[in-house]
């Protein structure tokens, strides 16, 4: 069953391709001459918006000058129609996606650094500076009045508007595709953490600027498309007060979800007809999609999520209905995936530390977080990091993982010196964390985020064992429905997938019960031997610490209070002195 769902969802895609293509013909054969020519409008509105679902909606990016690569992609396609260029439209419009997207990547380089307002000004500037521009200098071929050559088998509006349908379905299908791959999966992730991007190898640089590539690159091509609709393309298509609306459109209607991109392109050309047809100014169209706008950032949600919840609550009583069934069938094989293999050889005594920290500080001002901190942690060992509140741990991850750059010591992963490297070059090298607050992506399933965070080919079937070993949801699931305490399982299981040499774990169990601990620290220990994998926890349960770490490293005011064997360090006068008062570790 479960394999022929998942053929289902390669070929269906495919299929939705086929029969939307099918019904571009029907439609461009049965619709009347000006529904086709405003149907063509559609069809340039829907591509665009397609591209502001990936930067806004899927990277969490601020961009008000969507329309300004769709202007690019016009002059692209004008210019060389105006020069003959070989080729012809099919030719000049990839041309157009291609400066385009490089325009994309030239404006997202500053604005790497920027978030919120100051990333919308940027944006806005440019899209008024390439406004001001193009009134100056006009579109190739505007003065002569030389009309942008079609395709020769799409010359009338009834085939052009086939054309574009085409063109449409291509460009979903690259989008849906997208969406499913690594870049996808980094978009949403940068959106949601960039911290937590960085910490699972993956170019938070890259993501932002891959999605302003793809965003302005679908951009072109409705601009050149629209060159193409209406012969001789003006400026004030292109308007960055345009932009703006494009950009509310886009949030209001979610348009990071395919099918709400093609709604939004309805709405686009929609409103304005309905107008007209009222004899209602066609500019009190922006004013409407303003208000929903403003209806959809104040109350959190839009229009896709609204729809999309009702449809996920159905599929959730439905998979209610195989949960005992799935979980059974997995539970036989998951404990098979954890437990440690007859071949395991052990650790020599004296074997070299896969992770050892050097004289660490770090220090803020005055205030010497971490002072001369020093550790070595022995492959496949669970290492425990405990302390007080404020004594220096969390300073200390950051620092380790490359989050702190600026510390003195040195830092070492399997004798290599990493102490100058990025966290995603450390995080690829095979040291990972996870972190004390949220930075699972709710955007995503369950399995597609833990083949992000693996970074490697992962067979479904261990997949689904590793997620059922942990207690956490089936593949299938979406993040959106997980509780937080169990997105924090999902985080371990990622990570340990990922066959890290370290694997940091910054308070794993936060959010479960004392029980849930237990059981956590009792699947913990079978971890190592079976993914040749050292652990390094940082807990304030104590029971949890005495049932998983065979050794202790205590910090105090930033300073190593204590190291050793777990029983020992935990029976020391001095680390039970540190925490007297202390509410969260009193046992």
Known sequence: MLLANRRLRHVLPIAIAILGIGIGWALSVGLSGYVVYLAISMVTATISLLGLGIVTGSAGIIALCQLTFSAIGAWVVTFLNKNEAPGGFIVWLLAGAVVAAVAGVLLGLPALRLRGVNLAVVT???????????????????????????PGLFSSDREYFFFAMIVLVVCIYLVFLLQRSRAGSSWKAVAFSERGTAAVGQSVRMAKLSAFAVSAALGGVSGGLLAGQVGIPYASSFTPIMSIAFYILAVMSGTYLIDMAIFGGVLWVLVPELLKRWGVPQDWGFVIFGLLGIQAIT?????????RSGFRAR????????????SNEVGTTALDVFAVPEAAEPIPADAAPVLEVRGLGVQFGSLKANDDVSLQVRPRSIMGLIGPNGAGKSTFVDAVSGFLPQHTGTVLLDGEDITRLSPVARARKGLRRTFQQDRVPPQLSVEAYVRFVARQRLDHDELADALAFLGCPPPEEQLANVDVGTRRLIEVAAAVLSGPRVLILDEPAAGLSHEEHLQFGHRLTRIPSRFDTAIVVIEHDLDLVRSVCTELTVLDFGKVLAQGPTREVLDDPAVIAAYMGDAEMTQ
């Open 124 to 150: 806005l500037g440019a899209a008024a500076a390439v406004d001001v521009l193009l009134v100056q200098t006009q579109f190739p071929g505007q003065q002569e009045g030389l009309s942008v050559e079609r």
């Open 299 to 307: 109350g959190g949600s839009n229009l896709g999520e609204v729809i």
């Open 315 to 326: 599929a959730r009583k439905r998979r209610a209905a195989r949960v005992e069934t799935a």
